[in-house]
Each structure stands twice: as structure tokens, then as C-alpha cells.
């Protein structure tokens, strides 16, 4: 049976954190189809939590073969955003996307929350006020803005798995996006 990229981007991360001894988290979510039909159940609001050097980091997941990442529905859930958005406006937390972009070299991105939902408003003609270098795309984030807005996730190919270097991403993360004391 074939692994979902996704979920071994999501192990891969995992692992280079216990590596790296930085806390992980993976939110659970339940499987649709084990549901009997007709019964509900709430929508996680990310997928990980992680924990380094005094920040909680809420984080959504995503992986695409393509250069780009789609708003639709289907791939970035409102539910997800608005989340996102709630967490980061408390004190030791910093909330945000981490975009995998698999072709052609294993891109890896942490775009924060607001640097997401700031880039979103622009491409979707709600605010002009900045401006990117890269190509603005209306309906997706593609891999330049990312490089752009983002800070990237450095990775090594082992034999088969990414080892990711998220201490080093966190750190960064946290000069630019914690409190100051």
C-alpha cells in the first residue's frame, strides 16, 4: 500500500523533531468513512502544535507536487484560517502554514498566519497596498511568494526521507514573529 505524500511529510517533520528535541504534536483526524453515515464531528483546526523555546507553534500541513497552493476550499478550509488567526492572537503563540512544494526540489515554507491572510487579501483584490516582487497569483500561493513571505524549512534528502531542520526554522520564527521582552 502507497503512503499519502502528505502523511509522510507530516512523519518525516515529526521525526526531525524528536531529532532535533523539539515537541510535537499531531492532531488526530477521523477518518470520514468510519463514521456511521449522518454523524458529525468537529473539524480540527490545525494539524500540529509544537513547542520550542517557550512558543507554541499552531500549524497547518500542507503538500502539494505542484508550484503552487489553491485557496479552494478543498485544500485551505476556512475553519483553518479563522483558526489559525484566533491562536495567534495570544501571548507565546505563533500560528501558521508550513507548505511543502515536493517538485522540483522539496521547497519547504513556514508562512505565518498574518503574512498568509495579508498575501490572500492582495490577490484577491481586497488590499493593494503592498506589493510582492514575485507573481501575485489570484486564486493561489505559489512557491516564489512563499520564498518571499516565508521562511524556508531547510531539508536534506537521507536515503528514502527529509530530514527538515526545524530548530533552526522555529528560531527564525520567533526572532521575527515572538514578543518582545
Not at 483526524?29 to 517557550?54: C, E, R, T
Not at 484566533?86 to 501571548?91: D, P
Not at 531547510?154 to 520564527?173: C, P, Q, S
Given at each position: 500500500?502507497?503512503?499519502?505524500?502528505?502523511?509522510?511529510?507530516?512523519?518525516?517533520?515529526?521525526?526531525?523533531a524528536t531529532?532535533?528535541?523539539v515537541?510535537?504534536?499531531?492532531?488526530?483526524?477521523?477518518?470520514?468513512?468510519?463514521?456511521?453515515?449522518?454523524s458529525?464531528?468537529?473539524?480540527?483546526?490545525?494539524?500540529?502544535?509544537?513547542?520550542?523555546?517557550?512558543?507554541?507553534?499552531a500549524?497547518?500541513?500542507?503538500?502539494?507536487?505542484?508550484k503552487?497552493?489553491?485557496?479552494?476550499?478543498?485544500?485551505?478550509?476556512?475553519?483553518?484560517?479563522?483558526s489559525?488567526?484566533?491562536?495567534?492572537?495570544?501571548?507565546?503563540?505563533?500560528?501558521?502554514?508550513?507548505?511543502?512544494?515536493?517538485?522540483?526540489?522539496?521547497k519547504?515554507?513556514?508562512?505565518?498566519?498574518?503574512?498568509?491572510?495579508?498575501?490572500?487579501?492582495?490577490?484577491?483584490?481586497?488590499n493593494?497596498?503592498?506589493?510582492?516582487?514575485?507573481?501575485v497569483?489570484?486564486?493561489?500561493?505559489?512557491?516564489?511568494?512563499?520564498?518571499?513571505i516565508?521562511?524556508?524549512?531547510?531539508?536534506i534528502?537521507?536515503?528514502?526521507?527529509?530530514?527538515?531542520?526545524?530548530?533552526?526554522?522555529?528560531?527564525?520564527?520567533?526572532?521575527r514573529y515572538?514578543?518582545?521582552?
Amino acid at each position: 500500500m502507497t503512503v499519502n505524500k502528505g502523511k509522510e511529510f507530516e512523519q518525516s517533520l515529526k521525526d526531525s523533531a524528536t531529532e532535533q528535541k523539539v515537541f510535537f504534536y499531531r492532531i488526530k483526524d477521523v477518518p470520514q468513512m468510519m463514521l456511521k453515515q449522518g454523524s458529525k464531528v468537529s473539524q480540527n483546526n490545525y494539524d500540529a502544535f509544537l513547542y520550542h523555546n517557550n512558543y507554541l507553534f499552531a500549524i497547518e500541513l500542507k503538500s502539494t507536487k505542484a508550484k503552487s497552493i489553491s485557496f479552494s476550499e478543498s485544500m485551505i478550509k476556512k475553519h483553518q484560517i479563522e483558526s489559525l488567526k484566533e491562536a495567534a492572537k495570544y501571548e507565546g503563540i505563533i500560528a501558521g502554514f508550513i507548505f511543502q512544494y515536493r517538485e522540483p526540489d522539496n521547497k519547504t515554507y513556514f508562512v505565518h498566519i498574518d503574512d498568509f491572510t495579508t498575501y490572500k487579501d492582495h490577490a484577491e483584490g481586497r488590499n493593494n497596498t503592498i506589493t510582492y516582487s514575485n507573481k501575485v497569483n489570484k486564486s493561489s500561493i505559489p512557491i516564489g511568494i512563499c520564498e518571499e513571505i516565508g521562511i524556508e524549512l531547510i531539508n536534506i534528502k537521507k536515503k528514502v526521507k527529509f530530514r527538515y531542520y526545524i530548530k533552526r526554522m522555529l528560531d527564525e520564527a520567533i526572532v521575527r514573529y515572538g514578543e518582545e521582552s
